[in-house]
């Protein structure tokens, strides 16, 4: 089975890439080539890479063609951001492939209101990229109820692992803040601390997407959630990391438009987008059509991230009389029995 992966380098793709290998597909990777994937893996070599600006392309509307000429199975669209974008490439691969697989978001959803939130709960998004993100879902399903469009949409969560940040604590990327949690400092948060957040590892948001390739017949024509099982507080955030550091956290809370002058104006920007949406996304579909439950918590999701940080300098623990970092025989892991983007 010939599989073609647009953007198949990023984080998902570092996972999802050689399994796809390791399972007998012939695997076509479509990439800017301006990354590596985030681990070494040797199935890699077997894998082959074409360098493509899909902006440019579809810009001057060749790309869905040139992802038709591969001759695909199954494509995997992990980098389409725009309805047209997705449109191109649907009308090149209809009637030619057997499954096409497209990455969302859970954005699309907008704020939550009844939590946990399932897949057929009415969309609210807000922010260019959500409404985006929802429309090109709404022009897939239609596809593949008026035409049979095999596809199938993976919305995950706050992406987290090794090689890159994980959205942290206050909702955004400075790690400062978790340098604060590490050396004991206080923390401060947004409101009460009662805002959510769920991440998810990209190895099971790998999983999802082999989940419904396993469980093509009843996956086609839906969209499933990819995130950690349960939503994480950003207090209960907070305190997780500070303990997984050896320490107590120490938590203080301001009123939104207080808090927001205590950081830059992008953190502030970042930290809003996030409680605005306080994702609380339901496996239960996931788990019900496609037999699959993620991995990782929603923590041990985020402290994969934490850890890879610490272990290359990107954060520096606390040293010396009273500050130990985190307990002694986890460094450079998470904890066991671990989590779930």
Same mark, same amino acid.
């Given at each position: ?53 899909r902006e440019t392309e579809d *810009? $001057?509307?060749?790309? #869905?063609?040139?992802? @038709?000429? =591969?001759?695909?199975?199954? &494509?995997?669209?992990?980098? /389409? %951001? ?111 601390g009662l805002e959510t957040v769920?991440?998810?590892? *990209? $190895?099971?948001?790998? #999983?999802?997407?082999? @989940?419904? =390739?396993?469980?093509?017949? &009843?996956?086609?024509?839906? /969209? %499933? ?7 994480m507080t950003l207090r209960g ?105």
């Amino acid at each position: 089975m010939r599989t073609v992966v647009v953007g198949g380098t990023g984080h998902i793709g570092t996972y999802l890439v050689p399994e796809l290998v390791r399972l007998g597909h012939e695997v076509v990777v479509l990439s800017r080539g301006e990354r590596s994937p985030y681990r070494s893996d040797g199935a890699w070599s077997r894998v082959r890479t074409i360098q493509v600006d899909r902006e440019t392309e579809d *810009a $001057a509307g060749s790309f #869905g063609g040139r992802v @038709a000429e =591969l001759e695909p199975d199954v &494509v995997v669209d992990l980098i /389409s %951001f725009t309805e047209d974008s997705t449109r191109q490439l649907a009308e090149a691969v209809q009637g030619r492939i057997q499954h096409l697989l497209h990455c969302g978001t859970i954005w699309i959803h907008g704020p939550s209101g009844q939590v946990p939130t399932r897949e057929d709960t009415p969309r609210r998004p807000f922010g260019e990229y959500g409404i985006q993100k929802a429309a090109i879902e709404t022009y897939l399903l239609d596809r593949a109820r008026r035409d049979g469009l095999p596809v199938t949409l993976i919305h995950p969560g706050h992406i987290s692992g090794p090689g890159w940040t994980p959205i942290n604590p206050a909702a955004n990327l400075d790690l400062g803040v978790f340098e604060k949690l590490a050396r004991g400092d206080e923390l401060l948060l947004p409101n009460l601390g009662l805002e959510t957040v769920q991440h998810v590892h *990209a $190895a099971d948001v790998a #999983g999802m997407f082999l @989940a419904a =390739l396993r469980n093509h017949s &009843v996956a086609t024509g839906e /969209s %499933f959630h990819a995130v950690a099982e349960g939503a994480m507080t950003l207090r209960g955030y907070a305190e997780g990391v500070a303990e997984w550091f050896g320490q107590d956290a120490k938590l203080g809370f301001l009123p939104w438009d207080e808090w927001r002058k205590t950081v830059s104006e992008r953190d502030a920007a970042a930290t809003y987008d996030h409680i605005a949406h306080s994702p609380h996304c339901s496996m239960e579909k996931a788990a019900r059509l496609l037999g699959f439950r993620p991995r990782y918590s929603a923590l041990d999701a985020a402290l994969a991230g934490v850890s890879w940080l610490v272990d290359n300098g990107k954060i520096t623990e606390k040293r010396g009389a009273g500050g130990a970092g985190r307990p002694p025989g986890i460094r450079g892991s998470t904890s066991p029995g671990r989590r779930t983007p």
